[in-house]
């Protein structure tokens, strides 16, 4: 900052002429003004040292003890707000501090304004100390104001600014769509706002703008993008909150194939802008059939940095002379039995095996059974509890089918196929992790493809949609007449990288026919899809060009750039676990009237 910036012609600015990172060798001999936080004391007897902190940076400042502000500036606490007024001086080289960018000069404090005094902190801000996910959000404005944080939280800036940028250089517009709507099948809860100007009617908020979208590409906009807030009632985990931003994206007159074309080198930039020199997958990012993602992976959100992959080896524990009963009375019942590679590891202790085991039975699984192979490949010895079960011919053709050489271990999941698929993937991530094989700095990316369009409740016994209601089935309204609903697949895809969805999308259902049978299917009749989506449904009556999209997780991008397992660490103000904002007191009871106003009574479960 200039410091003709404020006042009268050479004055000062009333509270800085540079931020506390600003300040190098060449600026000794000027005189400067900062402010900031008090971020530590160093009291040296006749010397007092403070490091002053705001967002740009540290800048030690010093008084000596025979100064009238030394008692001043020595009675405030850390985190206090100060402005100093003096001289820049270079720092003798035995007190250069190279671990920051000021480290070569210091501030002789001749003037000192304390601009707000603090009191005893509940949390160390100087400190890395955890002090606990409920006090960190309960005092979350102390929280911010950590190094770790804060560089957090400019690194979501940054990234959204950059996302704007390149979706403006990929011809999208930007919109901004309605907040207070109606209800829409999204996969999750509403949260429900009451209208008070219509007793007992309720406004939604937005699960995502996926219908105004569609509009507007009705509405004849060829690019939509949106940094859209959106808002599910599910419960909490790491890698999901009640309310996220996405960035919503939806094309006309495309097809699969140039969503992924144009969405592959804005996230291919995007990474390696702000990967620190990790290798980022280039384009065109590989495709997988999700039933070929079970099966290799055990997820649809497969991490690629896993080298280990999921193999089916029901077929060797059918032959005549492989008599493992166990195994053998869950495929009766339609089971399957699934098989991971465990290299190198002749020279585990049993213990390695063991624990494995104990893993499993923790998950609720009855183990993981395992072979550990010597010998060779045309002579193999397997050992395990399992292996005396499986002659060595048909230990030959394991290790054909799996892989195998002399010195690896296969471990098996036996259960019913989408079981099986779910606890082989736990497993193949456990024995990766264990060993030592996921691969570092690199972020791998990959589309899953073909998914089903409905899918079976085996709760209730009855078809549902599996992903997005609105997606066009493979076949349109051909096979939504003619094949089992449960056999189709949909133009439904997510992106995925390294084990972690950010990103799901669809070509869309523009057909009215289409979109009241895909309904159907699903139990809603014509009148109630006329009625649900009378907007879409309507709009599509009127010229409705092919159009699809997709929306990719803005937190969970900055979450895998910032190195982050939670997207709790990565928002400026979140709610805890349990979907409680400590800080602001939120959910709280209504005030009196308030309820009144909106024609509700309460009816409460009893505590």
Known sequence: ???????????????????????????????????????????????????????????????????????????????????????????????????????DVEVRVEELVIQSRAAVLPLQVASDEDAGEDMRLRYRYLDLRREAMQKTIRLRNNVIASIRNRMWGAGFQEFQTPILTASSPEGARDFLVPARLHPGKFYALPQAPQQFKQLLMCSGFD?????????????????????????DVEMSFVTQDDVFSTMEPVLKGLFEEFG????????????????????????????????LEVVDVTAIFLRDDVAFKAFRSTIDKGGVVRAIRAPAVADRPRSFFDKLNDWARGLGAPGLGYILF????????????IAKFVPQAAQRELMRVTGLSAGDAVFFVCDLEGAAAKMAGLARDKLCDELGLREDGVFKFCWIVDFPMYELDEKTGHIDFSHNPFSMPQGGLKALNTEDPLEIFAYQYDCVCNGQELCSGAIRNHEPETM???????????????????????????????????????????????????????????????YEDLMMG?????????LKDLHIRLDLPPE
Not at 224 to 241: G, M, V
Not at 524 to 531: G, I, L, Q, T
Not at 586 to 594: C, D, I, L, N, S
């Open 1 to 103: 900052m200039s410091k003709d910036q404020a006042g009268a012609p050479g004055a000062l600015h009333p509270y800085r002429t540079h931020s506390c990172g600003a300040l190098r060798r060449e600026h000794a001999g000027q005189t400067v003004r900062l402010s900031g936080w008090i971020h530590r004391k160093r009291d040296h007897g006749q010397l007092l040292f403070v490091d002053l902190r705001d967002t740009f940076g540290i800048t030690q400042c010093v008084i000596d003890v025979s100064s009238q502000l030394f008692k001043e500036l020595e009675g405030a606490r850390v985190e206090s707000v100060i402005t100093v007024t003096g001289p820049v001086v270079e720092r003798t080289p035995d007190t250069v501090n190279a671990q920051v960018p000021t480290g």
């Open 276 to 307: 620190n020199g990790a290798r980022v997958t280039d384009a065109p990012f590989p495709r997988l059939a999700y039933k070929e993602a079970m099966l290799r992976f055990g997820s649809d959100k497969p991490d690629l940095r896993n080298p």
């Open 586 to 594: 939120a959910p709280a009871e209504p005030r009196p009237g308030q």
């Open 223 to 247: 690019r939509y993008f949106q940094i859209a807030p959106c808002f599910r009632d599910e419960d909490s985990r790491a890698n999901r909150l009640a309310e996220h931003y996405q960035l």
């Open 516 to 578: 009241e049978k895909a309904f159907h299917i699903v139990g809603y009749d014509a009148e109630e899809v006329k009625k649900r989506f009378a907007a879409l449904y309507t709009a599509f009556q009127f010229g409705a060009p092919p159009h699809g999209g997709c929306a990719f997780g803005v937190d969970r991008i900055v979450m895998l750039l910032a190195g982050q397992d939670n997207l709790r660490a990565v928002n400026a103000f979140v709610m805890n676990g349990q």
């Open 374 to 385: 010597g010998g060779s490949e045309s002579a193999p010895e397997g050992k395990g509890p």
